[in-house]
């Protein structure tokens, strides 16, 4: 006699009313109340200092006067928008943030992981930690401090660079008053004070690989290099998408507070982003209108940026933020 073969039956995926979440929710609060008091102050953090002040965007849409008030102040509507798109120094400020970012990217984005690499493979541990100490210190300096110094190294009246170059027959170099020039300084100051951090974030993401896949790659003959890019690499690439996500989200902010105590009129033309505009012609010329729409369409360029990055991890990798 023949065995019945009707197919199992599948479970069916029983839909939970919203009583039964909230049920769920009580057991849980009641299960683990300490930790979700402790979340208390960073949610009220994020209510007081990040959800609250956005009341203000309605800004960009009136003719905000200080004396009239928010709620007194006419509206607008789109008027500063247009005025911003349609503005030659916006245009040429934003074109200036997008090439100090890009830079920024290509150069610096990539140096915290290579470091990281070269560190994690270093078997002088006192060596290791020292070299990791003196990296990562300039991280805690102010950009007044970091500003200071790099005036100091680069002055024409006596900076070490510019007593090198003169030493070696060479001319003096202005490099905080030539314009084909001050972008690297910019460039090259980012990468001394925030490299050192970044590549410690790259280290612990070291620390979670496996040992024994570099112990079954010894054995099967990979050598070093090899054993990089078939191991490492693949083992940073999800803190890689992370960063690179995050970095995307910050495209349009190239690195105000830096560029405010190190630039100067001579070189506005190559440094002027749109931070350092936004803080001239709001603050120096009291158009909050127009400045709160230049944020608005900063953080709606940064929340697109952010959501298209993850998209494509997703796509390529298989893996993003959310």
């Known amino acids: 006699?023949?065995?019945?073969?009707?197919?199992?039956?599948?479970?069916?995926?029983?839909?939970?009313?919203?009583?039964?979440?909230?049920?769920?929710?009580?057991?849980?609060?009641?299960k683990d109340w300490d930790l979700y008091i402790a979340l208390i102050p960073g949610i009220a953090f994020l209510l007081l200092f990040k959800y609250a002040p956005m009341y203000g965007i309605i800004i960009a849409f009136k003719d905000f006067n200080i004396f009239d008030g928010l709620a007194a102040s006419p509206w607008v509507g789109w008027e500063h928008f247009e005025k911003l798109f349609s503005s030659e120094s916006f245009l040429h400020v934003f074109r200036n943030t997008l090439v100090i970012s890009v830079y920024k990217i290509l150069f610096l984005f990539p140096l915290p992981i290579v470091i990281a690499i070269l560190l994690n493979e270093l078997r002088n541990m006192a060596f290791k930690r020292t070299v990791q100490t003196v990296i990562y210190l300039p991280h805690f300096l102010s950009w007044v401090i970091v500003s200071g110094l790099f005036l100091d190294m680069l002055s024409t009246n006596g900076g070490i660079v510019n007593k090198i170059i003169v030493a070696l027959g060479g001319e003096p170099i202005r490099f905080f008053l030539d314009n084909s020039i001050f972008r690297t300084v910019l460039v090259s100051s980012a990468g001394w004070k925030e490299t050192g951090w970044n590549t410690i974030i790259y280290l612990a993401a070291l620390a979670g690989i496996d040992p024994g896949l570099y112990e079954a790659a010894r054995i099967d003959g990979a050598n070093k290099w090899k054993q990089i890019i078939h191991i490492t690499l693949p083992g940073l690439i999800p803190i890689i998408l992370l960063m690179f996500i995050l970095r995307l989200g910050s495209v349009l902010e190239a690195g105000t507070e830096q560029i405010l105590v190190m630039y100067n009129p001579s070189v506005y033309n190559v440094a002027d982003v749109i931070g350092t505009y936004v803080y001239r012609i709001g603050l120096g010329e009291q158009n909050y209108s127009f400045t709160t729409a230049v944020g608005v369409?900063?953080?709606?360029?940064?929340?697109?940026?952010?959501?298209?990055?993850?998209?494509?991890a997703r796509k390529f990798f298989g893996r993003g933020i959310w």
């Open 1 to 30: 006699m023949r065995e019945s073969t009707a197919p199992e039956a599948v479970p069916v995926p029983v839909k939970r009313g919203r009583g039964s979440y909230l049920r769920q929710l009580g057991s849980d609060v009641a």
């Open 297 to 312: 369409f900063e953080s709606v360029v940064a929340f697109i940026l952010i959501l298209s990055g993850n998209a494509l």
